[in-house]
């Protein structure tokens, strides 16, 4: 193998130059397609991240629910949840929808009933507090998001009221139930569908308020990995038994990141495009490479050269070139991501994306599939240059010589 080798690098070589033209074009086009793969799918993969972060942040990782509507003694579950290894804390929660309202403005919203000491061990809402209000009142207290105070015009402090559309029956028909409540701290998640339509109060109250008693929606549960939801929603159903059953965060956002998924694909398939255009300067080099070497061709033919050795030369340059390429690609991706998570270089509107600037996250499986993807079309692109140069006829040439 070291004769082809030898040989093949020889023939990237020019005269004059060191490196020919051709070469650094091919190896410039297979560099800066894997580079813009790199960035790119390392983008996608940081909002990815960013988005599970915030949604794991505002809500449990599972949750225990009862198909015939509240869990009655919730507390008889509990010994059951602590045994199983996978499980690092519980919440007992109350859910529902509500009407939230000041004097001049009103916004539906889900009221969420918690225990504020069991809640902090399953869901991150109070680490995201950003405005507090500490003072005695005889109000109960709600804790609001950020956008939701904006739409209402509201600070720590003020007074909110809160509407039921399920009240009590009288003589024209269903009278809501209406409380107030006074704002003691605004949170901030980062997701305009938390900090805009969720609302948190004490469990008794949402109890009382929503005339429940002493039954809760369900139980929150946070695990020790988050990636095994789905796996511990399905054996804990089987242990709870009917009428309970288990959902995991996976489920309860099947859509929001299954979108993730296929645009995260979709965008591998049109970069990879990018890499299958610059295989195309692979193969023009060498077939033109094939065109001005025929001479040399013929004589290593006549001189006893196999059809196998001249077609693993002009593999060799495919391959040389792809293998560079690649590496050079992956530095200068490696580089520009690094470069992009250390400094604010893409500065992005905050009250549009939450974000100030672009979130990366290089994984190592992705930077494996773009690089073997890019060698493979580079081996590819090289099959039919290769093939014509061993099917040269060394007669046909040396005779013309």
């Not at 297979?30 to 972060?53: K, T």
């Not at 609001?144 to 009240?167: H, Q, R, W, Y």
């Not at 993730?260 to 890499?275: P, Y």
């Amino acid at each position: 193998m070291k004769l082809p080798l030898y040989i093949a690098f020889r023939y990237l070589k020019s005269k004059k130059s060191g490196i020919s033209l051709g070469t650094i074009i091919s190896v410039s086009g297979v560099a800066l397609g894997v580079m813009a793969l790199i960035i790119v799918i390392s983008v996608i993969s940081g909002f990815h991240e960013d988005l599970q972060r915030k949604i794991l942040g505002a809500q449990a990782h599972a949750v225990i629910l009862n198909f015939e509507g509240g869990i009655e003694n919730y507390t008889s579950l509990i010994p059951k949840i602590a045994k199983n290894e996978e499980i690092l804390g519980y919440s007992p929660f109350v859910m529902g929808q509500v009407l939230i309202s000041t004097t001049k403005r009103s916004h539906g919203i889900y009221l969420r009933g918690i225990l504020p000491e069991f809640d902090r061990k399953t869901t991150e809402i109070f680490n995201h507090i950003k405005y507090k209000y500490e003072n005695f009142t005889d109000f109960p207290w709600i804790i609001i998001g950020k956008e939701l105070a904006n739409l209402l015009g509201v600070l720590p402090g003020d007074t909110v009221t809160v509407i039921s559309p399920m009240g009590t029956i009288g003589p024209l028909g269903i009278i809501p139930k209406a409380k107030q409540f006074i704002v003691t701290g605004i949170f901030e998640i980062g997701m305009f569908e938390y900090d805009a339509n969720l609302a948190i109060v004490d469990l008794k109250t949402a109890q009382e308020f929503f005339s429940l008693g002493d039954k809760v929606t369900g139980i929150q549960l946070k695990l020790k990995n988050v990636y095994k939801a789905n796996i511990l929603s399905v054996n804990l159903t089987k242990e709870l038994g009917d009428p309970y059953y288990v959902k995991d965060w996976m489920q309860m956002n099947r859509n929001l990141f299954s979108a993730l998924k296929l645009e995260k694909f979709a965008m591998f398939i049109i970069l990879t495009l990018i890499v299958i255009v610059a295989c195309f300067n692979i193969i023009s080099m060498l077939m033109v490479n094939v065109t001005e070497k025929h001479r040399e061709i013929a004589i290593l033919k006549s001189m006893g050269a196999t059809d196998r050795l001249i077609r693993n030369i002009f593999m060799f340059q495919g391959i040389i070139i792809g293998f560079v390429g690649t590496i050079l690609g992956l530095m200068g991706g490696l580089l520009v991501c690094e470069i992009i998570k250390s400094y604010d270089i893409i500065k992005l509107p905050a009250d549009v994306y939450y974000l100030s600037k672009l979130p990366v996250k290089v994984k190592l499986i992705d930077v494996m599939i773009i690089s073997l993807s890019a060698l493979l079309i580079s081996l590819i692109s090289t099959l039919y240059p290769a093939h014509r140069a061993s099917k040269i006829n060394p007669i046909e040439i040396l005779r013309y010589e």
